[in-house]
């Protein structure tokens, strides 16, 4: 199970990149998936699935019958935004990738922020 200290050694790093994903982007993905699941279970949320991109990835979570969209950007690009930017809606469906309006949460913040974001 990956924790929150387990991400922040990311912070700063620089990633690697190429036409292919590479391994550290990998592992990187991996650890905060894991992460973001630890989180739904703790809450009894539920993780629907995790679309991956190159350098990036975004997630659907259930919560209490209520859609929550998730999206990091380009690591290689937009260095600490993982941790500090992370774009957060409400969707109607898990395929729902244009939601409601957008708003951003900072990576220790991402419970409240999602519970705020519902009204919880």
């Known amino acids: ?6 991400l ?3 912070k700063n790093y620089e990633f690697s990149s190429s036409c292919y994903t590479c391994e550290d982007y990998k592992s990187f ?4 998936i894991n992460y973001l699941k630890s989180i ?8 629907v699935k995790a679309n991956k991109n190159h350098y990036s990835f975004s997630a ?4 209490k019958n209520k859609y929550v969209y998730l ?3 380009d690591v290689r690009f937009f ?4 941790y500090t930017n992370i774009l957060i809606r409400k969707a109607k469906t898990e395929n729902d990738y244009t939601g409601e309006r957008n708003h951003y949460s900072k990576l ?6 999602i519970l705020s974001l519902l009204g919880e």
């Open 60 to 63: 659907f979570l259930l919560i």
């Open 71 to 73: 999206s990091i950007s």
């Open 29 to 32: 993905e991996r650890k905060y």
């Open 108 to 113: 220790p913040n991402l419970k409240e922020s």
């Open 1 to 6: 199970m990956a924790k929150l200290k387990d």
């Open 40 to 47: 739904c279970r703790e809450n009894e949320w539920i993780f």
């Open 79 to 82: 260095r600490n935004e993982w």
């Open 8 to 10: 922040e050694k990311y």
